[in-house]
């Protein structure tokens, strides 16, 4: 088959398929990434999840073959509820109790700097980029107060783009970040105030 026979037919197959002009809305699930409780000094609470990503409207952009943006993505929930809700249950899988009213629990924070899926395009194949990216801010019972930042990304590449797709790659990334920010958060509450490299001293 001659180069411009696929061209056209990968054209019109992601055209019919859904499309990269048409705007998406998305269900994110989880799968769990902690496999064992471990023993902290304190239990948690998960004060808050903020967005402070400039647009926080979408959750990511289609692209035509050429490059430009085409569409938008956007979650069947709030990103801040889903985002917060997946930190609980990584707590929980470690073995956290979870304690909003105890005044010994340590309380924490997370600031959501970028969540992002979008395709870098070329012709016959479509490269997905994705990553997550957020502050959080620890707070001791004593008062002590830490804060670090963590970023994953992960890429792929796909021949055909789908809205499953965009989804796949926001799972994994997120994935990538619990495994990081969620077992540091575990050391540092293990730590009993002794920060662990990477953490800031707030107060």
Same mark, same amino acid.
């Given at each position: 088959?001659?180069?411009?026979?696929?061209?056209? &037919?990968?054209?019109?197959?992601?055209?019919?398929?859904?499309?990269?002009?048409? +705007?998406?809305?998305?269900?994110?699930? /989880?799968?769990?990434?902690?496999?064992?409780? !471990?023993?902290?000094?304190?239990?948690?609470?998960?004060?808050?999840?903020?967005?402070?990503?400039?647009?926080?409207?979408?959750?990511?952009?289609?692209?035509?073959?050429?490059?430009?943006?085409?569409? +938008?993505?956007?979650? +069947?929930?709030?990103?801040? +509820?889903?985002?917060?809700?997946?930190?609980?249950?990584?707590?929980?899988?470690a073995g956290l109790s979870l304690a909003p009213n105890d005044p010994l629990a340590a309380r924490? $924070?997370?600031?959501?700097?970028?969540?992002? !899926?979008?395709?870098?395009?070329?012709?016959?194949?479509? /490269? &997905?980029?994705?990553?997550?990216?957020?502050? !959080?801010?620890?707070? &001791?019972?004593?008062?002590?107060?830490? %804060?670090?930042?963590?970023?994953? /990304?992960?890429?792929?590449?796909? =021949?055909?783009?789908?809205?499953?797709?965009?989804?796949? =790659? #926001?799972?994994? $990334? =997120? =994935?990538?970040?619990?495994?990081?920010?969620? !077992?540091?958060? #575990?050391?540092?509450?293990?730590?009993? %105030? /002794?920060?662990?490299?990477?953490?800031?001293?707030?107060?």
């Amino acid at each position: 088959m001659k180069i411009w026979h696929m061209i056209i &037919l990968l054209f019109f197959a992601e055209l019919f398929a859904g499309c990269a002009y048409m +705007d998406s809305t998305l269900t994110l699930a /989880h799968t769990p990434v902690l496999e064992k409780a !471990v023993s902290t000094p304190y239990p948690v609470f998960l004060e808050r999840v903020s967005d402070r990503r400039p647009n926080q409207n979408r959750i990511g952009c289609k692209k035509s073959r050429y490059g430009s943006e085409s569409a +938008d993505l956007f979650l +069947d929930v709030r990103l801040t +509820d889903w985002f917060g809700g997946v930190i609980n249950e990584e707590f929980q899988r470690a073995g956290l109790s979870l304690a909003p009213n105890d005044p010994l629990a340590a309380r924490i $924070v997370v600031d959501l700097l970028n969540f992002f !899926v979008e395709p870098e395009a070329n012709f016959g194949s479509s /490269h &997905l980029f994705a990553i997550v990216h957020a502050e !959080v801010t620890v707070r &001791l019972p004593q008062g002590t107060t830490f %804060a670090r930042r963590f970023a994953a /990304h992960t890429d792929e590449t796909f =021949m055909l783009v789908t809205d499953g797709s965009y989804a796949k =790659m #926001l799972e994994e $990334v =997120m =994935m990538n970040w619990i495994a990081e920010a969620v !077992v540091e958060i #575990l050391r540092l509450l293990q730590s009993q %105030a /002794h920060a662990s490299a990477g953490w800031r001293v707030l107060s």
